[in-house]
């Protein structure tokens, strides 16, 4: 069984749904299991998570971008994982990422540049997307990878929009699709 742990934090509710669109493409990989771990509102994660983070063969990063970065919770997060940096645990483990703005560009990929960095603090192997972009003038939200986020699932939320509204159903199957590729590629890994 490939483990997949998908830790984030979700202000709004928008990137929570960009996290289950994550679980659903990674939890429909055969032979794995996929888990949801939100960061609650102080920034912090149950004992238990941080055991099953550490034990999981891949750990997808998420967070909207507020002001160019990450939530201050998601970084409590990060600087937490130092205990698990100082012994390796995370070594060689897959990771990714995801992110969510009200606007287009919103400086989301300072935010999956973070993810990164966090990745490779920790030692472990960046997946990307591995999609084309939308980026002709037929295609828009609805389009897979219409935000063209090579390193990262990005998604937009319009600032008026609620969690049923967005992010947008190519956003989520993009979400989707970055699940799926790092829960079949853990797999390949496991011995």
Do not use: C
């Not at 659903?24 to 920034?43: E, M």
């Amino acid at each position: 069984m490939t483990a997949i742990a998908i830790v984030y934090f979700s202000g709004y509710g928008h990137t929570a749904k960009q996290a289950e669109a994550v679980h659903a493409g990674a939890a429909a990989a055969p032979g794995t299991q996929a888990t949801l771990y939100q960061i609650d509102a102080n920034g912090e994660l149950s004992e238990a998570a941080w055991e099953a983070i550490s034990a999981a063969d891949a750990i997808i990063y998420g967070s909207p971008t507020y002001m160019g970065g990450p939530a201050w919770q998601f970084k409590k997060f990060a600087d937490t994982s130092s205990k698990p940096w100082f012994t390796q645990a995370w070594k060689d483990k897959v990771a990714a990422g995801f992110t969510n703005s009200a606007s287009v560009n919103g400086d989301k990929f300072s935010t999956i540049a973070y993810f990164w960095t966090l990745s490779q603090q920790h030692a472990q192997v960046w997946i990307g997307t591995g999609l084309m972009p939308a980026n002709t003038k037929a295609h828009g939200p609805d389009d897979i990878n219409w935000t063209a986020g090579f390193a990262g699932a990005l998604a937009v939320s319009p600032s008026d929009a609620s969690p049923d509204e967005a992010p947008r159903s190519g956003d989520l199957e993009t979400a989707k699709l970055l699940g799926r590729r790092v829960a079949d590629y853990a797999a390949r890994l496991k011995p």
